[in-house]
């Protein structure tokens, strides 16, 4: 190890690490800045050119001795490589840590060319992006090898190898087959735990000799030929050796992220699930004392939060005090309480006052506050309305809430300041159960769906609260309205939280009914066994029960159940669910009404065994997680697209649905368009926190959207997309009369390319500035496009096929 | 859930209309104006300005269908009020013109009407029907799906006849360049298949190639299985055999294809005679009003 002594060093040349070596220069600090790649802001860097990067959220001020707004990809690249030149930063690239160790004041970090870096204060904001993974091979830092592709389109006529079977590897291969020879190198057999269409668009390449397929194969070396101009990769498999002379060679195995090596620096978690944030306190110090984790990695994705905190960590390692930067936020949010403390003080309270919010450490608590509405509704006002679709989940911090329970007989119930209420909706995704009232002196937090859930998934004590009080509530819901909430618990205690896979059988026909499930996020379709064939008889959406007939008639199961989707149950045991029916005399004509109904429903789905079949199609299209979806009966479509035109007409000019793309069965088309699932794909990973649920249900985008297309990655069924708005289109009178355009309903200049802003993602809002309903179906002239929820599949079955 | 154009609503525009259809023909035949009916009495102005406005409406649905964010009513329901009070503008205006037709501008109207309602009838028919054929014959595919699949047969085609003697190459690649779909617009309601093929005539010594008419393959898979008949050769016959189920599966999915181009050519060939007749209609209506008036 070499004598290098910093007072800070700073691990990560993103963002919040550019920050932070930027202030730690200015303040004079001996520091220096490693970055792994060969340049700064390497995340960045990979962008399309000319990408728009926007500076979410707005409202935050900037903290940094680093320029940043709102801009192109090269213009912020540029203004931060003024910046790392202009204030003497001591950076050095290609600096690869793989390991921290010690603490405060003497940490020693390992770099992979073997040498080392020591410091008193380590600032870690390595971004969650990882490493990529690496070939492995001799050769590999030739510089033939790249591990990404930003523009496939650079490329012509080259002899490129891509190494790797997962989506990326494929994406790439097929976008730069269309240009060049390609040869995909699997480890595998075969191409699995791909996305279906890259599946079925692999192999048709392989099929149609537009792309070669190494299977099973791996390279073994890198090597110059011998002109030094091209490359030649050795590969061995089962085909025995081979060598293969090309130009470039793509590596797409995946990265490692970055836990492991987090969690080798000492830094602690609070638990094993993937989504776990490090722990830290309210200074970004982790477990590992003068160890700060910022950024993305402690869980702040936006660009200006990550430099705002390397500003404010390279204060904190000094042991200086600074407020954060959101500390006006906060104050602003907080003034409506009267409790007259300052901000850390006032955080400090609601936390002690409300029991579920304990456990979290002050930062998460912080962030929470800072992401929620806090709000003092009249008496008698109503804060959600039954059936309404916000998922947002509320504690009492003063005053009390009335909250409507059970079916028929209703009863109010009140509760008080710590307790919470909407975790129902939360983790369900479904409609809001029952109708709450704000009581006398009623000051609430409104959280977001997304805040909590990152608490659930970080902080156990948190996710152990709400799920308590979820099986509970639900219990309360279904059978025991009038039943005391000690007694409740009691029941709660015996339940049993239970979670399957897409197709899982939660009980099987002829099984013993041991059981009842209610589910509580998810669907599942019920089927029966007639003349040796799995009919489909119903399907079943979270909040309602399965399982009741066995239980109330005492014979075994009548039928299979699957999960349609991901799906959660609370189950209560036989004995539990008898004792619940002699205690509540009313249960037992409520339960017996739904055996009832459900067995006139079998029978008449039993009559018609093709709509079985059809069930079975809709839920294999993932309809089982939606709340409203887009279905086209091809009886009545003359395809003259006027849904397509006008949902393009009253959205900025681009359709958000596809009339002809998706599936068919049985007359019963699936257009490619948004379901608004229960639990949102795309909500789970939006940065600016920019998708939202509107009370009657749909999932749309705000404007603070920064175009970073993760929605549309993780939608799996195609409906979101990046669009900037369409050209100004002249009115018809406009075109007849002054000749605005060169025909009707076209753009006026056809030429205009000009810049229409950043690309943004766009889907389905359900024309919700529209009022009356969805463009799409109000201009379909023959009525075949209509948007229906799932629960009224079996009418639809039932008329179609009836 | 879904229903029809005229099952909208319970079918309340029906009712509407045999409303006004049964009003206008009762007070036809309650009414004695004293000279023979025709539309300059007091009830056939009645009777005119009544159809003149529901023209007017029926017309106004071209702009409402545009109107996307329009929140007067849907367009379902709106195009089923266009076709039940459509027809009975037929009763209104015969009852206008007290049956009296000569060669002008006033039957000129009375004509264009009769045509444009007819053909929206013919319209109305073809949407209640062809739907269901058009998703019958195209399965769960769609066309881009079904053209992909032809380029996909072209190219296993071609894949095949690699390894076989020239002229085989020469016939497919021929077969897959003239292979039309659609063409005229009779071809295409009609279903007509005027593809071609460019095959070697039989006889002389250099081989020539002639154009022939090939309606489903059918001069393609007739030579195919000649060839086949005369080949003694064990590999070749095999390829011819495999090139026999391509170029058969080729025939059911162009087949398919033409079908699709022809039921939607009706879908949409009537609103080619619907909606310029309207016009017409619109501008023999105004000639008619405003000629009745200066004469008056």
Redo the contacts between chains.
Sequence with gaps: MTGNRYKIAIVGGGPGGLSAAAHAARLGVAHILLEGSPAHANTIQRYQKGKHVMAEPGALPLRSDLGFEAGTREAILEAWEQGLAGQQINVRYGAEVIGIQGAAPDFSITLKDGTGVSAEQVILAIGVQGNPRRIGVPGEDLPVVQYTLDDPDEYRDETIVVIGAGDAAIENALALARQNRVLIVNRSDEFNRVKEGNLNLVL?AIE?RRLECAYKASGTCIERTTDGRRYVLALTGDQGESRIECDRIIARIGATPPRRFVESCGIAFPGPDPAALPVLSSRYESSVPGLYVIGALGGYPLIKQAMNQGYEAVEYALGRTIAPADEPLLAAKLRILPFGLGVDDTLALMQAKIPVYSAINPLNFRELILGSRITAPGLGEVIFLKNDYTNSFFSILAGTVEIEVGEERKSRLTLGPGQFFGEMSLLSGRRRSATSWAGAGCVLIEAPRREINRLISSVEGVRRVIDEHFIARAIQTSFAPEASYDDLKAIAASARLRRYKPDEVIFAEGDEADSLHLIRSGSVAVARDIGGRDVVTSYVAAGNYVGEMGLVSRTGRSATVRATVTTETVSLDAATFHQLLQKNPGLRDQVQATVRRRLAENTRMEGQPQSGDLISFLMQQGLGEATDVLLI???????CD?CE??CA??HAGTSRLDR??G???A?I?VPTSCRHCEDPHCMTDCPPDAIGRAPNGEVYIRDNCIGCGNCERNCPYGVIQMATAAPEKPG?FNWLLFGAGPGPGQAKDPADQGDRGPKKAVKCDMCRD???GP?C????????A?R?SPE?FV??IH??TG | ?????LA?GRSRYLWVALAVSAAAVAAYALDSPGVPPNGGTGLGYTLGILGAVLILWLMSFGIR??A????AG???G??SAHVYLGVSLLVVVTLHTGFQVGWNVHTLAYVLLWIVVASGVFGVLV?LR???L??NN???Q???QLLGDLA?LD?RCLRVTAGMPAEFGEALLANRDRTLLGGTAFALLAGQDRSQILLPATGGATVLYQALPNPDQAALLDWLGQRLAASSDGGLSRQLQELLSLVGARRTLLARLRRDAQL?AW?EVWLYVHVPFSFGLLAALIAHVVSVFIYW
């Design positions: 048709k149609d009966d091809e009886t009545l479509c003359i395809g006027n035109r006008a007409e009253t002809e793309a599936p068919t069965f007359h088309h018809l529209l009022g009356g463009a179906v109000r201009a379909c002239p023959t009525g075949a209509i229906i009224k009418q639809l008329d179609t | 859930m879904h229903q029809s154009v909208f269908k545009r996307y964010a329009s929140r849907t367009v379902q709106w195009l949407y062809y739907p269901r058009l998703s195209r399965g769960s769609t066309k881009d996909d190219a939607k879908l």
